[in-house]
T-cell receptor, first 114, second 113 residues
Framework: DSGVTQTPKHLITATGQRVTLRCSPR?????VYWYQQSLDQGLQFLIQ???????AKGNILERFSAQQFPDLHSELNLSSLELGDSALYFC????FGGGAYEQYFGPGTRLTVT | DAKTTQPNSMESNEEEPVHLPCNHS???????IHWYRQLPSQGPEYVIH???SNVNNRMASLAIAEDRKSSTLILHRATLRDAAVYYC??????????????FGQGTTLQVKP
């Protein structure tokens, strides 16, 4: 158990809908990362937050947004969903935001868009 | 971020040591070498990281070449539970670094009983 929790575990929804994925980081970790894993793209970095502020953006679509709240939990919002958004979404946390710190990953949320 | 090259797949027998290689010929002086693994149906898991010296922890050892252009992750006694995709990732700890992980294809390790 990494200490990172993600809810829900599975999500099935229809095209055009909007969903929210939630992540609680390990106790004491200030930085949260979101990654997407699909069969054809592998693991891709989406976005990072550090202590409530956006730190870095990767291959995140404009239809997707995220935020980190004062209690440090984070939410990833996916809207106008398309079939191609079906993937595993992982959240990870680290103590600080830099590259010297290991990241701990949650179990993921499996999103299926039908 | 500097690029790494790993074999697509490797096989090992249970209870034998496994050496997983990684080439990173364009590594910079501020790049840490990180290893993560992903077991089937799970999220990635941190394994080990180092800068210049060899490193050991309860999971594995990391051997870094003197010129830092390659490294090897060593699992001392492979178990069936070690079957996973292993990722070698360089992370710049310079001031501009954000800490994001850039995953390549990794090495799929198969462990035979």
């Amino acid at each position: 158990d990494s200490g990172v929790t993600q809810t829900p575990k599975h999500l099935i929804t229809a095209t055009g809908q909007r969903v929210t994925l939630r992540c609680s980081p390990r106790s004491g970790d200030l930085s949260v990362y979101w990654y997407q894993q699909s069969l054809d793209q592998g693991l891709q970095f989406l976005i990072q937050y550090y202590n409530g502020e956006e730190r870095a953006k990767g291959n995140i679509l404009e239809r997707f947004s995220a935020q980190q709240f004062p209690d440090l939990h984070s939410e990833l919002n996916l809207s106008s969903l398309e079939l191609g958004d079906s993937a595993l979404y992982f959240c990870a946390s680290s103590k600080f935001g830099g590259g010297a710190y290991e990241q701990y990953f949650g179990p993921g949320t499996r999103l299926t868009v039908t | 971020d500097a690029k790494t090259t790993q074999p697509n797949s490797m096989e090992s027998n249970e209870e034998e040591p496994v050496h997983l290689p990684c080439n990173h010929s364009t590594i910079s002086g501020t790049d840490y070498i990180h290893w993560y693994r992903q077991l089937p149906s799970q999220g990635p898991e941190y394994v080990i990281h180092g800068l210049t010296s060899n490193v050991n922890n309860r999971m594995a050892s990391l051997a870094i070449a003197e010129d830092r252009k390659s490294s090897t992750l060593i699992l001392h006694r492979a178990t069936l539970r070690d079957a996973a995709v292993y990722y070698c990732i360089l992370r710049d700890v310079g001031s501009s670094n954000t800490g994001k992980l850039i995953f390549g294809q990794g090495t799929t390790l198969q462990v035979k009983p």
